[in-house]
């Protein structure tokens, strides 16, 4: 994509960044997309009440800029108060402004090796010290290891693209052991059987938890995340967004999110058939030869004992299907697979057989 | 509005922060909102109709993340290429982008004295050293002072908040004498009658326009703004926003602008309505005692050559209605004043009247 190596007229950081790179959103194409973890069902029934009867004239005004009916809906939701919770254009600008809210310090930021790669993108763009903890043979994090002099940590519960869970344990003892350091929990795909560190909030000052819409609320395509801790956590993401923009959740989005957060029934449904077809694809991967790491999100991740994974992906594609193949090292036998409908695992499930035929 | 003062986990930053203050968006009670430069008027009617045809289902999947059909929708407009087009999260996020990609520099940033006051917010935030260029005494820019080492200019055309338009001859000299520095035009309100500097990006590279929906676009709610520029500019602000938040603009938003941007009669007969009123308040106001800025904005910029402006702040919120009073030097004298419907502004000359009586 890129169309320019440099230009005279950029800002030293701009050549060095090295930005995320996105799953493909392909635009040709009608392909089985199992590439970047979105949900296969619709957002929840009153996300299309709210587009039926959305007044487009109140579109002229500009938003609250403190999102006050969403903040609060959020707050009751998970039982904090209005001062605890922080939302955002999607939980990408949400860890954005958290990095740069908490991170710029001097000893370095910890996250493990294999992780969201986003992470080191933010350390480009803010000029943030980092230094990777390896997961171990089994793909786990290892706690003891992130014992050392550190300006904050942050780690996905579950972790990506691995989706294993985190104990409750470690992170309870990790949080105790770093009273001076932030400790983000990034919960993108919490809901679908990990546990959340919500409840720690109370405890820990140091705490920020970190959630999005975009999975469990099948709301991708909307853009809103949050952050939940402390107050001075909060007020300190709250300074940055009101120097950066006043107003990043616009009308509609907030509206579509509380109609998201009110139908809990609705959401556990979606949630149990993930995690229920993602049972189902694990077992019939394994069949078809591949080991799969124990997953807590909806996605799983694989590497077949005998193929190239590289070979897998371009195979799939071919026949229509998108994973995610990360060409890095450590991971490059695997494949991150999305959990989709009932029919699209099936279809998976049957290309997949054929090509490893 | 702030919680907390410091906190020991805030990065240095935070806490040096002297964060934007957005004008007033009350929750409590119906005002005549004529405080924050909103249009009186509703969007383009073709808004209503993508909420009403909006498919519900598709927000479970990531917008594009290059906005493709919105960036060819702007380009195709303004008579660009795709490469020469950057959209975000409302002109603030571009903004904010922009300084970041470009603003960085050994030398400082020039920008006027008295003029969009987010400018050194942001300058706070990605520690950009800059200079104020003082107004004249009639309020206007000295394009001869801009005449010295600079790490980039920035300049709104028309000003904010005083309305007053810029040459086009001077901008472009401004473009020529200084080859080797980034100059942002900021055409927030350039549709209400100043001309636009979108025709001088084939000749100069350090041209960037930055626009809004915002204001022209009776769309302030929805959140959304783009750059034009020379590819290799609009490639900086790319290489940023891929840093920070992969998909800024969410499919709703998308789909709104375009519908906004493709009825082109209404967006004129909007902007005439304004101007027209602008032209009857401006005459009002003037009967009334106030010097009026000559303003080529959706607002206008008075003194009343006699009474206090706080006080008659303060008397029109007790009347019901908001104007933006800024407690600054220079222009703690003056009101801004938002154009609103014909009936909002007879309001508004009523009111005036009786509190000056």
Known sequence: MTTVDRSPYWSDIVSRLDPYVPGEQPRD?????????ESPYPPAPGVARVLAEFDSDALRRYPDPESRALVDALAAYHGLAREQVFVGNGSDEVLAHAFHAFFQQTEPLLFPDISYSFYPVYCGLYRIDYVTVPLDDNFEIVFADYR?????????????????????????????????????????????????????????????????????????GLRLGCALGQAPLIEGLKRIKNSFNSYPVNQLTSAIGIAALADDAYFRDCRDRIVVSRARVGKALDQLGFEVLSSHANFVFARHRERDAGDINRALREAGILVRYFDKPRINGFLRISIGSEDECDTLLAALAQILA
Chains 1, 2 share one sequence.
């Open 148 to 220: 050392r002099a550190n300006g904050g940590i942050i780690l996905p519960n579950p972790n990506a693209p691995t989706g294993i869970a985190l104990a409750q344990s470690a992170i309870r003892e990790l949080l105790a052991d770093n009273p001076e350091s932030v400790v983000i929990v990034d919960e993108a795909y919490v809901d679908f059987g990990a546990e959340t560190s919500v409840p720690l909030i109370e405890e820990f000052a140091n705490l920020l938890v970190v959630q999005t819409f975009s999975k469990s609320r099948n709301l991708a």
């Open 29 to 37: 194409q009608q392909y089985i997309k199992l590439n970047t973890n």
